[in-house]
Antibody, heavy 121, light 111 residues
Framework: QVQLQESGPGLVKPSQTLSLTCTVS??????????WSWIRQPAGKGLEWIGR???????NYNPSLKSRVSISIDTSKYQFSLKLTSVTAADTAVYYC?????????????WGQGTLVTVSS | QSVLTQPPSVSGAPGQRVTISCTGS?????????VHWYQQLPGTAPKLLIY???NRPSGVPDRFSGSKSATSASLAISGLQAEDEADYYC???????????FGGGTKLTVL
């Protein structure tokens, strides 16, 4: 059974960088059949796709966040990571990592439990 | 404002059938891109419910079904049960944005 687990600080100061890591277990992170994605959800609101990375390291980002987002992957550690710079209160959300299946339009078949990140001084 | 439009809420009595719509445009659903659906129970991560328009992952009851036509898609839930009370999201790809897009979500209340 594939499992994903987010980790990282739950509190980040405004203007600083949010950094999260997702650890994958129970399956291969190097498989060419999957993208590895970050998705977030502000309290009481809907889901927002942040971006994704392929095992090769190629990335795609949400245009609304592209200037501030970076996703990287370390296949040897079975981890992929998110960095979001210059955060504001609007970046406060539950952040999920998810596995995206590469089949036509990517769909997310496994999700982490989510981690709440609050941006506050 | 989400790229994909869903009704904020729907409701139904136990045993009834409800449908949730997901309306897009020519750059996403209307372009023929697949639509997927997720169920999010309170306080939990989303769970894949329907993939590629109408396919159910293993373990999802056949009470859940999906369809797509023109620029919209629908999720139908028949034989409504109390445990179906959740938020439901549609997801597709948008060529203008170059990535995944979600609907705003629909809260299902079982009366």
């Amino acid at each position: 059974q594939v499992q994903l687990q987010e980790s990282g600080p739950g509190l980040v100061k405004p203007s600083q960088t949010l950094s999260l890591t997702c650890t994958v277990s129970g399956g291969s992170i190097s498989s060419g059949s999957y993208y590895w994605s970050w998705i977030r959800q502000p309290a009481g609101k809907g889901l927002e796709w942040i971006g994704r990375i392929y095992t090769s390291g190629s990335t795609n980002y949400n245009p609304s966040l592209k200037s501030r987002v970076s996703i990287s992957i370390d296949t040897s550690k079975y981890q992929f990571s998110l960095k979001l710079t210059s955060v504001t209160a609007a970046d406060t959300a539950v952040y999920y990592c998810a596995r995206g299946v590469v089949r036509g339009v990517v769909y997310f078949d496994y999700w982490g439990q989510g981690t709440l990140v609050t941006v506050s001084s | 404002q989400s790229v994909l439009t869903q009704p904020p809420s729907v409701s139904g009595a136990p045993g009834q059938r409800v449908t949730i719509s997901c309306t897009g445009s020519s750059s996403n659903i209307g372009a023929g891109y697949d639509v997927h659906w997720y169920q999010q129970l309170p306080g939990t991560a989303p769970k894949l419910l329907i993939y590629v328009d109408s396919n159910r992952p293993s373990g999802v009851p056949d009470r859940f079904s999906g369809s797509k036509s023109a620029t919209s898609a629908s999720l139908a839930i028949s034989g409504l049960q109390a445990e179906d009370e959740a938020d439901y999201y549609c997801q597709s790809y948008d060529s203008s944005l170059g990535g995944s897009v979600f609907g705003g979500g629909t809260k299902l209340t079982v009366l």
